[in-house]
């Protein structure tokens, strides 16, 4: 059975720090991309991190770079998303990404909510 749990999110003031986890099983994580993806209320899901399966390149979403770090532990079949300097807009629903040719897993999201 097939399982991406994240963790890690909640209310956090402008300016602070989150740690995102996305604890997976049920497939060969090692073998699969990963990516976080985030939607707010009235908006399309959007692609915020990604990093590969082998060498772990990673892409980043403009408005996150230089403030969102993306990273896995295939020992553990974790991937992370640090989230620094949040600001209000990065307020959504953010949900973790497997993807390996034809397959695809979502997990079933996390809050973070950034307000003071």
């Known amino acids: 059975q097939v399982q991406l749990v994240e963790s890690g999110g909640g209310l956090v003031q402008p300016g602070g720090s989150l740690r995102l986890s996305c604890a997976a099983s049920?497939?060969?994580?090692?073998?699969?991309?990963m990516n976080w993806y985030r939607q707010a209320p009235g908006k399309e899901r959007e692609l915020v991190a990604f990093i590969a399966s082998a060498l772990g390149n990673t892409v980043y979403a403009d408005s996150v770079k230089g403030r969102f770090t993306i990273s896995r532990d295939n020992a553990k079949n974790t991937v992370y998303l640090q989230m620094n300097s949040l600001k209000p807009e990065d307020t959504a629903v953010y949900y973790c990404?497997?993807?390996?040719?034809?397959?695809?897993?979502w997990g079933q999201g996390t809050q973070v909510t950034v307000s003071s």
């Open positions: 049920g497939f060969t994580f090692s073998n699969y991309a």
């Open positions: 990404n497997a993807r390996w040719r034809s397959s695809q897993y």
